[in-house]
Nanobody, 120 residues
Framework: QVQLVESGGGLVQAGGSLRLSCVAS????????MGWYRQAPGKQRELVAS???????NYADSVKGRFTISRDNAKNTVYLQMNTMKPEDTAIYYC??????????????WGQGTQVTVSS
C-alpha cells in the first residue's frame, strides 16, 4: 500500500504565494518522477509541473517563472512553491508519483487533492 498526502492548499489573494507539499508513504522501494496536476471546474486535469528522481523539471507554460517544483528524496516529499498567483490558478491540485514497489517497477499513485483558491 502506498499513500500520497497533500497539504498547503487554501485561499490567497492575487499576487500572493502558497506552498504545497506531498508526502509519499507505504511500501516504497524508490520514487521515479513526481508531479503536480490541477483541475479547475469544468476543465480537464492538466499537468502543472513534474520532477524526475534526478531533479530535472518540466512546467506548464502558464506557470513558468511563477511556480517552482522541488523534492526531498530522503523524505519522499515533493513541493510546489506558487508565487505571483492569479485567479486562473484556482483549482484542485493533485500530487502524482510514479513509484517503484517491491513487486512493480512502475505504479502510478495520486493524492486526494487540495483546493487552491485565488481571489481577485
Amino acid at each position: 500500500q502506498v499513500q500520497l498526502v497533500e497539504s498547503g492548499g487554501g485561499l490567497v489573494q492575487a499576487g500572493g504565494s502558497l506552498r504545497l507539499s506531498c508526502v509519499a508513504s507505504g511500501s516504497i522501494f524508490s520514487i521515479n518522477a513526481m508531479g503536480w496536476y490541477r483541475q479547475a471546474p469544468g476543465k480537464q486535469r492538466e499537468l502543472v509541473a513534474s520532477i524526475t528522481s534526478g531533479g530535472s523539471t518540466n512546467y506548464a507554460d502558464s506557470v513558468k517563472g511563477r511556480f517552482t517544483i522541488s523534492r526531498d528524496n530522503a523524505k519522499n516529499t515533493v513541493y510546489l512553491q506558487m508565487n505571483t498567483m492569479k485567479p486562473e490558478d484556482t483549482a484542485i491540485y493533485y500530487c502524482n508519483a510514479d513509484i517503484r514497489t517491491i513487486f512493480y517497477p512502475h505504479s502510478d499513485y495520486w493524492g486526494q487533492g487540495t483546493q487552491v483558491t485565488v481571489s481577485s
